[in-house]
């Protein structure tokens, strides 16, 4: 089967693609580089010892998107291709609005157009809001707090729509708790613009050098320690998810949703202090007020992702610790040869 990777060459989309390929599918990867970089697919290949058809393409650009139809028999798309910023979002909702739903409205047509009838796409944890209690049930309310959130409730919605006007459809919802993690060869892992906004990438940051210390947002809340709760998980456990999802939509459920997380929370000196113990290196850190938006505590019920695809997240905090660290200690720069130091390290 050939499967069509839109943003394959990120984060989540690089670390799947290679499952997918292991699983014996073919992958084709469209990704516009926005955020992500070539030597990503040099390195999936390398991993894998496979052939990936990469075309360097904006996925806005519904024109330049149907080549990739006309010149493959796409059989299912997975669709990663999203901007992610939560801040950012605030600062340029339009931007957002535009890219994750044009974007994703493009590709919906095309599958249309060439009979593509599997679509998995990438949502979030962030679409329950401000949980009352955890763990999260795949029913709990949603809604949102800032324009990226409600990209992907706006996209879960209009599915909801689309499926129910069209029964041949089939969708996998997957909501996404906090991936953390990197390959185990160290040749791929997370690599964000500028200063990270999330806490692993933070903390390897801090670990290697270029950034002076962590601030941890926040030590009163109505938690185990008083640092915020999450529900981390190693990014391959959230990469076989999705080759259990396509194996799903292969018996054409129509709509799922499923929680991809492990049912664990963390907080944030928890966190730390694994990273601590799987690299050898101290993180300094200071308290510092809470962030504006943030929740106490949000952690998934995985149990549906289990029960109806047979899923279960395997690697513990430990091994996501660990993998973290492997990436960014051989490849401190990330993707770039260029030295980069992010702030001045005193
Ligand atoms: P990422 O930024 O590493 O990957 C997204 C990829 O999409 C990038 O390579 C980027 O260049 C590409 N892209 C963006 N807009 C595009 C466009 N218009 N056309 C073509 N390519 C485009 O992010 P990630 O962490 O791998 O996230 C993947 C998906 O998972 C996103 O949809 C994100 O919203 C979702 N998600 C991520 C997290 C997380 O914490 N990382 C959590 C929940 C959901
Ligand atoms: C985790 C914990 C912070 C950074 C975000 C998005 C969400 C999803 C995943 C895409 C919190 C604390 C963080 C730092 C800190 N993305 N923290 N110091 O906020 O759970 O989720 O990424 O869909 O939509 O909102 O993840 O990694 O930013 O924060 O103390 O420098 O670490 O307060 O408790 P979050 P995060």
Redesign the pocket.
């Known amino acids: 089967m050939n499967i069509l990777v839109t943003g394959g060459a990120g984060y989540i989309g690089s670390h799947t693609s290679i499952e997918l390929i292991n699983a014996g599918y073919e992958v084709i990867i469209v990704d516009n580089l926005c955020n992500s970089n070539f030597i990503v697919v040099d390195r999936i290949q390398e991993i894998t010892g496979k052939k990936v058809k990469f075309y360097k393409i904006d996925a806005t650009n519904k024109e330049e998107l149907k080549k990739v139809f006309v010149e493959n028999k796409i059989d299912a798309v997975i669709h990663f291709a999203a901007l992610?910023a939560?801040g950012e979002s605030v600062e340029k909702p339009l931007e957002y609005y535009s890219n994750n739903l044009i974007n994703t409205i493009n590709i919906w047509e095309l599958m249309k157009e060439f009979n593509v009838d599997k679509f998995v796409f990438s949502s979030?944890?962030?679409v329950y809001g401000s949980p009352k209690t955890c763990p999260i049930k795949e029913d709990f309310p949603l809604s949102t707090t800032n324009p990226?959130?409600s990209t992907?409730l706006m996209i879960e919605n209009m599915l909801r729509d689309i499926c129910k006007a069209d029964k041949d459809f089939n969708v996998a919802i997957l909501r996404?708790?906090?991936?953390i993690g990197a390959h185990d060869s160290g040749k791929i892992g997370e690599e964000p613009n500028g200063i990270?906004?999330?806490?692993?990438p933070?903390i390897t940051k801090v670990a290697v050098g270029k950034l002076k210390e962590?601030?941890?947002?926040?030590n009163d809340y109505d938690t185990h320690d008083g640092?915020?709760?999450?529900d981390y998980i190693h990014v391959v456990d959230l990469a076989i998810g999705h080759v259990k999802a396509l194996e799903k939509l292969n018996q054409k459920p129509g709509l799922v949703t499923y929680n991809l997380g492990t049912g664990t929370g963390y907080s944030?000196l928890d966190?730390v202090k694994s990273f601590e113990k799987a690299s050898g290196v101290k993180i300094p850190y200071k308290i510092v007020d809470?962030?504006a938006g943030?929740i106490a505590m949000?952690y998934a019920d995985p149990s549906k992702a289990k029960e109806e695809l047979g899923w279960v997240a395997k690697y513990d905090i430990d091994k996501m610790c660990k993998d973290s660290w492997n990436w960014q200690s051989k490849n401190p720069n990330g993707y770039n040869s260029e030295e980069k130091i992010l702030e001045t390290v005193k």
Do not use: H
């Open positions: 992610k939560v979030s944890a962030t990226y959130g992907k996404y708790f906090n991936p990270p906004n999330n806490l692993m933070y962590l601030s941890v947002f926040g640092t915020g709760v999450r944030v966190l809470r962030r943030d949000c």
